[in-house]
């Protein structure tokens, strides 16, 4: 039997605001003591009553605009009923059926279009940590709650996801937007950024995609989705569908039926592990939240968020390509980090001081992905263009300029000096070595005739006893060259 894959995207990203969505707590919590950053409102205590963060909605309106979403005009706040340690009032102030952002679409690099259901808005739970008593062996559990209430936008995407790699490059793309934007540091390992993919194996050709919904075609009966959870890495997004994928079809092949559940990925393992039945969305009892009213969105507020909007890296890799000529894979490289493509644009404007615009891009581009990223340190843009323009005029060679590069970050050197200290001992040699030469040129008289006659292999011996004369020092191209320059 053949299958389609179909994949949805749910992401949450922490956005970066101060203080947390609906009370004045700090954020800050990474590595602080547990339960420090806390209040009545996040503690869930009784009569506490939320006040909704005006950055956090704005960051969530910033990432529905990066993402050619439709933004709503009003505000609601729903609460999501469910019992859990973590969460302490009881339910969790979420969006339900009019999410701030909805119907937008990214392209990716694979000119696949993902189209977004919707981008809401809202609370993160506290954390819960489990332990067992080393001398009873009793098992406790411990709850911080300085993550409670840390504010959260969710991305959910349609089901139009058909390959592990595009689900990747999705999350990949939407890590890239919240770093270029601020919206979030997006890093993953510290929970900043989170991946659930839900996927489906369907037969071939007894399915269709119809306004984002899939649907059988006759009689044919869809099988169930499986959630993953607990992704922390962008690769494991890409691994872990692998996993599933194949695990579906094993089950299919030996005539099992797929429940639909929440399964945890298992990075150590590299395996899907079974959590939970699914949950379906009247288990939550979703009800509008009396205690924050509507929030009305003007079209000064869109304009106003709208020029936070930045060029995306979409746009730097065509204009990378088209206007300077670089190539594609190198303007990937570039612009999937907001620094480096800074960096590379910095180089690029000081290059073009002395070269041709094409050329300044595609040096910028050669260098930073080449000797930048092999010193691996931060290295001074005006010393690099200096040093690339010395060897576009053939004074130096790339090899030199990175020994030079490398020694004046080592050292506290200035560049400028070390390469007028260089340019000088380099025409010293070249002086030396030109007397050298025309000394074996005078003991050599019959080797010379020879070369005279058209006998153009006696160019190697004569390279030879230069070499040998200054002990191997000398460079043998550049003796060539002195050689044919003085024989002619
Ligand atoms: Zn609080």
Redesign the pocket.
């Known amino acids: 039997m053949e299958y389609d894959i179909i994949i949805g995207l749910e992401i949450h990203v922490q956005t970066k605001t101060e203080s947390?969505m609906?009370?004045?707590?700090k954020t800050g919590y990474f590595q602080e003591e547990p339960n420090t950053?806390?209040?009545?409102?996040?503690?869930g205590l009784p009569g506490a009553l939320p006040v909704p963060n005006k950055r956090a909605i704005e960051l969530c309106i910033l990432m529905g605009l990066a993402t050619n979403c439709t933004i709503n005009k009003e505000i609601h706040f729903d609460r999501k009923h469910y019992f859990y340690p973590d969460l302490p009032k009881g339910y969790q102030i979420s969006q339900y059926k009019e999410p701030i952002c909805s119907n937008g679409s990214l392209t990716l690099p694979s000119q696949n279009k993902i189209e977004i259901e919707r981008i809401h808005q809202e609370e993160d739970v506290a954390k819960s940590t489990h332990h067992t008593e080393s001398s009873t062996g009793k098992e406790y559990s411990l709850i911080d709650y300085n993550k409670?209430?840390v504010p959260l936008i969710e991305i959910v995407t349609k089901p139009c996801i058909r390959s592990a790699r595009d689900a990747k490059d999705f999350a990949t793309a939407i890590r890239q937007i919240c770093r270029y934007l601020n919206i979030s540091d997006a890093d993953m390992e510290k929970g900043q950024m989170r991946c659930e993919p839900n996927i489906s194996i369907q037969e071939k050709g007894k399915w269709e995609y119809k306004d984002g919904k899939i649907l059988s075609i006759g009689d044919y009966k869809l099988n169930a989705k499986v959630e993953i959870k607990n992704i922390g890495s962008i690769t494991a997004v890409e691994k872990s569908i692998a996993y599933e994928v194949k695990r579906l079809i094993e089950e299919k092949e030996n005539g099992k039926e797929i429940m639909q559940q929440t399964r945890g990925w298992n990075a150590d393992k590299g395996i899907t592990e079974f959590q939970r039945s699914k949950e379906t969305a009247d288990d939550y009892r979703y009800m509008p939240d009396p205690d924050i009213p509507i929030i009305e969105i003007s079209k000064q507020d869109i304009d106003r968020i709208s020029k936070e909007l930045v060029e995306l890296p979409e746009q730097k890799i065509e204009r990378y390509t088209r206007e300077y000529g670089v190539s594609e894979y190198a303007s990937k490289v570039i612009s999937s980090s907001k620094q480096n493509s800074e960096y590379f644009e910095k180089l690029f404007n000081k290059l073009k001081e002395s070269l041709d615009e094409k050329e300044a891009g595609i040096q910028a581009a050669n260098w930073l992905m080449g000797t930048v990223y092999a010193i691996g340190k931060d290295v001074d843009i005006n010393d690099l263009a200096l040093l690339i323009v010395k060897f576009k005029e053939g004074k130096i060679t790339k090899g030199i300029a990175e020994e030079l590069l490398k020694d004046c970050l080592e050292n506290n050197k200035d560049i400028s000096d070390e390469l007028n200290k260089f340019e000088k001992s380099s025409s010293e040699n070249a002086n030396k070595l030109e007397d050298i030469i025309k000394e074996v040129i005078k003991n050599n008289q019959k080797a010379i005739q020879d070369y005279k006659d058209g006998k153009t292999s006696t160019m190697g011996y004569l390279v030879g006893q230069v070499m040998q004369t200054t002990k191997g020092s000398a460079n043998p191209n550049e003796a060539r060259n002195i050689l044919e320059k003085l024989l002619k």
């Open positions: 947390k609906f009370c004045s707590c950053h806390v209040c009545p409102v996040c503690l409670s209430g």
